[in-house]
């Protein structure tokens, strides 16, 4: 399966409009520059209460869906 790394850091307040649905996605940059659109559905299990800060490896299925986010 075809995965990304990325470094996220978003604030609490961030992450609010995120979970609440007001920011359906997120734009971010993987570690070697490329751009990577998510929806904001994928960061539900990974907010903390300060927000979600780290680097993390984004899992793809063979066309392109989203599988799955875990840190690294």
């Not at 604030?11 to 659109?37: K, P």
């Not at 990974?46 to 599988?67: A, C, M, N, Q």
Request: aromatic share 6%; hydrophobic share 40%; proline share 3%.
């Amino acid at each position: 399966m075809p995965s990304v790394d990325i470094k996220l850091d978003l604030s609490a307040e961030q992450c609010r409009a995120h979970y609440a649905g007001a920011v359906d996605s997120i734009r971010t940059r993987t570690l070697d520059g490329r751009s990577v659109m998510l929806p904001s559905r994928v960061l539900h299990h990974i907010i903390k209460s300060d927000g979600v800060h780290g680097i993390y490896r984004v899992t793809f299925d063979e066309e392109g869906r989203f599988i799955s986010i875990r840190a690294l």
